[in-house]
C-alpha cells in the first residue's frame, strides 16, 4: 500500500499528462459537468480534436471574411452570420493586397447542452498581417470569442459558427 508498481506509475503518467492537455484548453468557468453532458451524447467526441477543428475553422473564415470571400464559407456559418458577414463586407472598405492569419490559440470558455443541440464559446487569440500599399502591418493579441453549435445525433462533422464577439 502506497508504493506504485511501473504499470501504475505508466498511467499515473499518462493520466497526468492527459488532465494537462485537458486544463490548457478549457477555462476554469468549464464545469466537468457540462463536458460529461456533450460525451453522453457522443462517446467518441474529443474535445482536443474540437479545439484544434476551431482553430482551423477561425483561420479559415477570418481570412474569408477579410478577403472578401464569404461564399467559400457558408457552408460553416449559420444564416444570421452569413449575413451579418456579408453587411459587414458592404460597409467595410478594406482593399486589402493580403490578410493572414499568423498564430491562434484558443480556449474553450463555457459548453452548454440543450436536448441533442451542444453551443460551445471558444476564446481565440490571435496573430494576423495585413498587407496594404506593399505596407505590412502586424496585429498582435487579437481577442474573439465565437460560439459553435451543431445538433449532436447527426453524422455531421461541421460545428457551425453561430454567434462572433469580443470580451
Known amino acids: 500500500m502506497g508504493k506504485r508498481t511501473v504499470s501504475e506509475k505508466k498511467l499515473f503518467k499518462n493520466k497526468a499528462i492527459e488532465n494537462e492537455t485537458k486544463d ?5 468557468q468549464v464545469m466537468e459537468y457540462s463536458q460529461k453532458q ?4 457522443d462517446k467518441n467526441f474529443s474535445f482536443h480534436n474540437f479545439i484544434q477543428g476551431a482553430k ?15 461564399e467559400e464559407i457558408k457552408h460553416l456559418v449559420s444564416t444570421e452570420v452569413y449575413n451579418n ?7 467595410k472598405n478594406n482593399n486589402y493586397e493580403a490578410f493572414n492569419i499568423s498564430s491562434v490559440k484558443a480556449s474553450i470558455l463555457n459548453i452548454e447542452v440543450v436536448k441533442n443541440c451542444a453551443n460551445i464559446k471558444v ?24 460560439t459553435f453549435e451543431k445538433d449532436m445525433k447527426t453524422n455531421s462533422l461541421v460545428w457551425k ?6 470580451d
Open 123 to 146: 476564446k481565440f487569440l490571435s496573430s494576423q498581417k495585413i498587407t496594404l500599399n506593399n505596407k505590412i502591418t502586424n496585429l498582435e493579441n487579437i481577442k474573439d470569442i465565437w
Open 56 to 70: 482551423e475553422a477561425f483561420k479559415i473564415i477570418v481570412e474569408a471574411f477579410n478577403n472578401k470571400k464569404v
Open 85 to 91: 458577414f456579408q453587411k459587414a463586407i458592404d460597409l
Open 161 to 166: 459558427l453561430v454567434e462572433v464577439g469580443t
Open 24 to 28: 490548457s484548453i478549457f477555462s476554469e
Open 38 to 41: 456533450i460525451l453522453n451524447l
